[in-house]
């Protein structure tokens, strides 16, 4: 049994970033300059940037990328399709048998909640690293996609290059991992 979780983005950073809070523990935090991903800090960054834009993430980006790469079956669960068919999650109980998950909710919601097809998401996978991608992106220009992709620079961990991305050899790509889910997206960049 879990206790029911923060569901605003705003109280759950509060309780996670401030001392006094419920969620606060100093090794949250690493060193100024070290590079790390983080659920948390998705959520910190989907605030700042609805702070900044005056539109939230889930709006831009099902107008802007949604919508141009034709993403049918792509979006960020809602009140309104939330009970939308998906896949059943499971996890392995304490003698290894598969048990099915209820649907569950978490307050880093724009770190593991987009709900995408396959198909959509090889879309957004060629969209992303096509120089001339059958459905393009706009504004995204050689400079950005380099730099959306970390292939000029050196990061601070050689693995995980760019904004979010991990590399291993050749592949590049993205990992998702929440209770009873996960998933991959690579592509070979030599290829």
Not at 72 to 84: D, G, I, V
Not at 114 to 139: C, E, I, M, T
Request: with cysteine; net charge negative; hydrophobic share 40%.
């Amino acid at each position: 049994v879990c206790p029911v979780p923060i569901l605003d983005q705003q109280q759950f950073l509060r309780s996670y970033l401030s001392k006094e809070g419920q969620w606060y523990q100093p090794a949250n935090f690493i060193n100024p300059g070290q590079a790390q991903y983080s659920n948390t800090g998705t959520t910190l960054f989907s605030e700042a940037f609805a702070s900044h834009t005056g539109i939230d993430l889930a709006s831009w980006s099902a107008q802007h990328i949604f919508a141009p790469l034709q993403l049918h079956h792509t979006f960020w669960p809602t009140p309104e399709n939330l009970n939308l068919p998906t896949a059943t999650l499971y996890i392995p109980d304490s003698q290894g048998e598969l048990m099915p998950l209820p649907s569950y909710a978490s307050a880093d919601f724009y770190a593991g909640t987009l709900h995408s097809s396959a198909n959509d998401l090889a879309r957004y996978l060629a969209a992303v690293v096509s120089d001339k991608p059958q459905f393009p992106l706009a504004g995204l220009s050689a400079e950005r996609r380099k730099l959306l992709l970390g292939l000029d620079q050196l990061a601070p961990y050689a693995d995980h290059p760019g904004l979010f991305w991990h590399q291993s050899g050749d592949y590049i790509g993205h990992t998702g991992l929440f209770v009873g889910a996960q998933s991959l997206m690579y592509y070979n960049k030599a290829t």
